[in-house]
């Protein structure tokens, strides 16, 4: 162990169960990098959806840390991800945020890559100069059901591992066959462990979310809100369960849920629940917002929410997806990235009304931005102290837990 983490590990492990975090862990640099190289370069999260791009050549950037990776569509087949660093002197390469190339072009002096990272041409190189040895690196990447996954580490967790569990509840909405219907992203000046921890628990909903208190039932937000066993049971609930999972069973759809029993490397969960009073999907008026998805042949009456990783959350009506990344750009200012997905054949203004589709998650995430952000102010105060949580928080304190061993066992290695 480095000799200035002995002052964090005493730290670590002076934080009480079922209380908040203290000060320095929403606003300590120190501890911010720590957690960028402990946690988000060590998991695998996605970054995008191949539709953003669709033609040979077609790229985006992605930001974390001092990191700026470059997506980019090799041909059809293909999707590479590179380090946006030269491999002369190490300028980036790619400027802008998105686009499309023929190749890249260093604008520095010009040095050329392929699509595929090969170098191409450098100018007045010696004779010996082997290109073939001056690729731009590559980022681990992987497609999983049209979802773009990247892995900053130098040794990658096995995807398959890591994918397994929850892989049935993806697959069953056919997001390798749908598109981008809106991209948003909320700048946030919180740190990104007080968005996760507003995000995985749902006392706040009821004061909150309004929007979201009209769509869900009030004992699924008690019991279900944040994820399965996130606050106390509800037998009305758990009934409702049972009927709804028998009968969608018949339908011969996915049922049932996953949650990790022990501790590991992975922070998954997912689940399929039931609308309240018939609603079909997460909308104003509860009615299906476009045509079905992937294996529907008809309203189930459900939904599915996957946390594949704290970066990342899949939440699945029947018939579009909302997709969440969260990315930590600074001790206190995190980026929440969403993406609305709709099936690849459905026509906007025909099959649906974007409005529609974005309005809950879009009002939800507006609101949650304005609540992180005053949480963010009022913990950096000097009067601020960790407090108690309540039977509603169990989500935000299992996360909690699980951070804390997690940097333990990194900053004792
Ligand atoms: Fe890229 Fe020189 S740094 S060509
Ligand atoms: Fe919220």
Redesign the pocket.
């Known amino acids: 162990m480095k000799k200035n983490n002995s002052f964090l590990l005493d730290l670590i492990k002076s934080q009480k169960d079922n209380f908040s975090l203290d000060q320095s862990f929403y606003t300590s640099k120190n501890i911010f990098e720590i957690d960028l190289k402990t946690f988000f370069f060590n998991q695998w999260v996605f970054v995008g959806h191949i539709s953003r791009i669709k033609n040979k050549g077609d790229y985006f950037l992605f930001k974390i840390g001092n990191e700026s990776i470059i997506l980019i569509r090799e041909n059809e087949d293909k999707i590479n991800a590179f380090y946006n660093v ?6 980036h ?1 790619c400027l802008e945020e998105e686009g499309r190339l023929r190749k890249f072009i ?6 050329n890559y392929d699509l595929s990272g090969k170098l191409l041409k ?1 100018r007045m190189m010696d004779n010996d100069f082997k290109p073939e040895n001056w690729s731009l690196k590559k980022c681990n990447s992987l497609v999983f059901e049209g979802l773009i996954f990247i892995n900053l580490s130098d040794k990658p967790s096995d995807f398959e591992n890591f994918i397994n569990p929850i892989k049935d509840f993806i697959k069953l909405h056919g997001l390798g066959k749908a598109k981008i219907a809106a991209k948003k992203t909320y700048p946030t000046k919180g740190n990104w462990k007080l968005a996760l921890d507003n995000f995985h628990e749902c006392y706040h909903c009821q004061p909150s979310h309004p929007e979201y208190c009209h769509v869900h039932s009030k004992e699924y937000i008690q019991a279900y809100g944040a994820g399965s066993n996130t606050g106390p049971e509800s037998k009305m609930f758990n009934k409702k369960l049972e009927i709804w999972n028998k009968k969608v069973k018949k339908m011969g759809y996915l049922t049932g849920e996953y949650s990790e029993k022990k501790f590991s490397n992975f922070f998954r969960s997912a689940e399929r629940t039931p609308f309240s009073n018939g609603k079909l999907s997460e909308t104003k008026s509860g009615k299906p917002a476009s045509i079905l998805m992937g294996d529907f042949n008809e309203f189930d009456g459900g939904y599915t929410t996957i946390g594949p990783s704290p970066f990342n959350s899949i939440i699945m009506t029947n018939d579009f997806a909302t997709l969440f990344t969260f990315i930590p750009k600074s001790p206190t200012h995190t980026e929440v990235e969403l993406i609305w997905l709709v099936n690849e054949n459905a026509v906007e203004g025909i099959d649906y009304d974007i409005n529609e589709i974005m309005w809950m998650w879009d009002e939800t995430t507006k609101a949650d931005k304005r609540i992180i952000e005053n949480n963010q102010k009022g913990v950096l105060s000097s009067k601020y102290e960790p407090g108690p949580l309540s039977k509603m928080e169990v989500g935000l304190d299992k996360l909690k837990k699980w951070y804390l061993k997690h940097l333990e066992l990194e900053i004792t290695k």
């Open positions: 030269c491999r002369h002197r190490g300028s390469i260093c604008p520095y002096h010009a040095w450098a």
